[in-house]
């Protein structure tokens, strides 16, 4: 930004909190959190030089050092997004000019020696002093981790840097601060360590994310709702227990709204999905939550985020453990050759030197009440690292599988059980190995379960499509089924329009659709 005049000085906080609310609207973007950085650097010299200081409130050696920390915290976020090659000198220069005002303004931190090299080292020395100790050993880990994938920031992570990083000791669990929470906006190192995590160990949670009391109107409701839906849950156990006396081996048994998700033949663990158009969630911004899309934008590197499932998982007392399973198939999995990227020098050679691309789809689960801890309710439990392909050899796609069959050092210390309390969110990549716990506790434990995904993605692995009858009966096996499955599925939608004319005739057909669609009644459609 160009300072001509006093006037430009005091516009320069507009332009800042402008910048941090892009962040959060499109926090994928290299290019916002490269103007962040510059913005931030610019308040942060005029603070210093310019007519600001305690006489327009501010304190001017503690903002400063905020300002500066959050300029660099900035400017690596955009090289962490892949920041564009013409870019890098300049984002690098001006990290530098950070640390060298860092260094110049902390008196903590002020060095008379003209040698450069010690110069160096001393502004290096100054600024994790200042901005990362006191964030503590995991963001310190996060920065080392992430730079060590650049310059390809598409490089698929090492296993080496993700057992460093991803350890149960540290965690993955980022606590906002209050400042954070209030404005409404994730400061760039805090966004940077989630992104660290999530990208490396495919797992990161968030506490107080979502206000409690908004947690506890979506509790209410949804066990309202499961209690009312007793009668329907007594009969779709009976159809469980007959389709498991077929063979012995119990089968989901899906409905409209409510499913039995559970194969252990204990009938523990429901799914149960309310409309976003009515109580507990029309009311509510749990599943809107503008921090939280704007996560899901950023893990998914993407603006064309939808929701592809709303739904609560309730596991009942007694409910046993789950099975590991990934939510999908990485649909990207054979991509890596196509991608190059074959001159890494990846010091790992278990890991494939292709190129790791962000997921199709985020999941987030909100605990509707505490899980784990002193509760033994069974909280989800998570493979840290395994939604990355773990080798060379693109034919090797059950290698995780085979690590946890064999209960192997490494799988033992990658599996992570994630205690959450109401508002925090946990936000897992579609691909990553997971599952249930066992609740042992006296009370059923809701989750909400929410599926962001890309506009043209869909989990149609885990939810069931309606079909015709006609599709049932196809020829040719299972390949082609799934071949014409979403083509079948809008027919299903065309066969019952029609079943509904032949027998009560088109008027009655429009008026279903103008009632439930809230649109106007069509007139003289056939």
């Excluded at 599943?287 to 709303?310: C, E, F, R």
């Excluded at 890494?344 to 790791?356: A, E, I, K, P, V």
């Excluded at 985020?362 to 395994?386: A, D, Y």
């Excluded at 939608?493 to 106007?520: C, H, M, S």
């Amino acid at each position: 930004m160009n300072i001509h005049s006093e006037g430009d000085v005091h516009r320069l906080p507009i332009a800042v909190q402008l910048f941090a609310i892009a962040t959060k609207l499109l926090p994928f973007g290299s290019q916002i959190w490269t103007n962040f950085g510059y913005a931030l650097m610019d308040l942060a010299e005029f603070t210093l030089t310019g007519p600001m200081g305690r006489g327009h409130g501010m304190e001017v050696d503690e903002d400063r050092v905020g300002l500066l920390c959050e300029t660099v915290a900035s400017l690596e976020m955009a090289l962490a997004l892949g920041a564009g090659r013409n870019d890098n000198d300049d984002i690098s220069s001006v990290v530098n000019d950070a640390m060298d005002l860092l260094l110049r303004t902390t008196p903590s931190c002020s060095s008379s020696t003209s040698n450069n090299n010690n110069h160096h080292k001393h502004k290096l020395d100054c600024f994790q002093k200042r901005c990362v100790e006191p964030r503590g050993q995991r963001y310190a880990t996060s920065r080392r981790a992430m730079q060590h994938s650049q310059p390809s920031s598409s490089a698929t992570p090492s296993l080496s840097l993700t057992q460093t990083l991803c350890t149960k000791e540290m965690g993955v669990t980022v606590q906002p601060h209050p400042y954070e929470q209030a404005r409404g906006v994730l400061s760039a190192a805090t966004v940077y360590e989630i992104f660290a995590l999530f990208r490396f160990c495919g797992v990161v949670a968030v506490e107080d994310l979502i206000p409690p009391n908004e947690v506890e109107v979506v509790k209410v409701g949804v066990l309202k709702a499961f209690e009312e839906a007793k009668p329907e849950r007594d009969r779709m156990k009976q159809v469980h227990k007959g389709a498991g006396g077929r063979g012995g081996v119990p089968v989901l048994v899906e409905g409209e709204r409510l499913s039995l998700r559970d194969k252990t033949g204990a009938d523990a663990r429901w799914e149960l999905k309310l409309p976003v158009t009515e109580p507990p969630f029309r009311n509510t911004n749990v599943a809107d939550n503008s921090l939280l899309v704007g996560l899901s934008k950023l893990l998914m590197a993407g603006p064309n985020v939808v929701v592809d499932t709303l739904s609560t998982v309730i596991s009942l007392p007694g409910c046993p453990v789950g099975h590991w399973h990934g939510d999908v198939e990485d649909p990207f999995f054979y991509y890596a050759g196509l991608m190059g990227n074959n001159n890494n020098n990846d010091d790992d050679t278990s890991r494939s030197s292709g190129r790791h691309l962000p997921p199709p789809g985020v999941i987030t689960v909100i605990p509707l009440l505490e899980v784990g801890g002193q509760i033994p309710n069974g909280p989800t439990e998570f493979l840290m690292g395994s939604h990355i392909p773990p080798t060379r050899d693109d034919s090797d796609y059950d290698w995780w599988t085979r690590q946890q069959t064999a209960h192997t050092p490494l799988v033992q210390s990658l599996e992570l059980i994630l205690p959450a309390t109401p508002g925090t969110v946990i936000l897992f990549d579609i691909r990553l190995r997971h599952r249930g716990g066992a609740n042992r506790s006296d009370t059923p434990r809701p989750i909400l379960y929410l599926g962001y995904t890309m506009r043209w993605f869909r989990d149609a692995a885990n939810f069931v499509d309606p079909h015709t009858v006609g599709w049932a009966e196809l020829e040719g096996g299972e390949a082609r089924k799934a071949l014409f499955g979403r083509l079948d599925t809008q027919e299903y939608t065309k066969v019952l329009e029609r079943e509904l004319v032949e027998v009560y005739g088109a008027d009655y057909l429009d008026t279903i659709k103008a009632r439930v669609g809230g649109g106007k009644r069509v007139e003289g459609r056939r």
